[in-house]
C-alpha cells in the first residue's frame, strides 16, 4: 500500500504545483475552470461474512466459569484525488471529473473470553476432525484507482462562505492491491497462513463503484484559493462482493479539498 500511494503522490505533484491564476472573465453566464485537490476518509458499514467460521467461546477453564467472548468489525477507507470543475457562475450549478484513490482497510478482532484476547477460527473440517486457529485479528486491504464524476449545486451563498450539495459516482479503472493476512496467537501458526486463509478467502470482485451524495461548505474570496469541507450522506456501494472479510451495506465519511481557480 506504501508503494502504491508514493506512486499516486508522485503523480499529483506535478498538478498541486499549478499556481493559482485569476478567472479572466467571471461574469454571470460563463464557466469557470478550477481545479480541486482532496483529500479524506469514508467509512463503510456491513457486517462479517457468513462464509468465515469464528467461535468466540470454544474454551474454558472450568465448567462454570465460561466467558463469552466478542468480535468486532471495522472498515475505512482513505480517498486522494484530484477533480478539474467547470463551474456555471449564473446558475451556481457545476460538473467535475478527475482520479481518485481509494485505499480501504477491513480488520476483525475479537475475544473468546474475558481473560483470552483472540478468537478461534475454524478453517478445516474433515469428519470428526475439526481445526481451530487462535486468531488476534483478520487484516484486508484494497486499493483503487478510480474515475469520479461530480455533479455540486450551490443553493446559498454568504460574503466568502458558500453552502453547496453533491451527487456523484466513481468506477474504478485499476486495483492496484488486494490482500488479506492474518495476526496469529502463536506465531509458529505463520506457516499455516495459506492453509487458513484458503478457508476464508472467496472470488471478489476487482472492480469497485459507488454511489454517493454530500453536502458541505466552502470558504474562501473569488479568484483566490477557496478551502472546502463536507459530510457524505448515508451512500451506496454500487459493485458487490468487493471485500473477502465483509458485506457493506452503505458508506458514510468526510472530505476536504482545495480549489484552485485557473485562468483560460
Partial sequence: MRKTLLFFCALLMPIIGIKSQELSDNSPGKWGKFLHVESGYIYPEGTIKEN????????????????????SSETSGLILGVRWEYFNNKFKVGVSTGLRYTGYRSEITGSSSINAKFFYLRYSMEGSDTKFARVKSLIENNDFISIPLELIWVPL???SVDFFAKAGTDVSILNV??????????????INQDIVL???ETTTNKFCSTLYSSIGVKF????KPNYSFEFFLPSLLLSKN?????DIDYLEGFKLSIQFPIRK
Fill in 242 to 246: 468487493n471485500f473477502n472479510l465483509a
Fill in 52 to 71: 468465515i467460521s469464528i467461535r468466540q467461546n470454544i474454551s474454558s477453564n472450568y465448567v462454570d466459569q465460561t466467558s463469552n467472548g466478542n468480535i
Fill in 177 to 190: 492491491n488486494r490482500g488479506t493476512r492474518i495476526k496469529f496467537q502463536e506465531s509458529n501458526m505463520e
Fill in 220 to 223: 474562501g474570496k473569488e479568484n
Fill in 157 to 159: 451563498q454568504y460574503n
Fill in 198 to 200: 484458503s478457508g476464508i
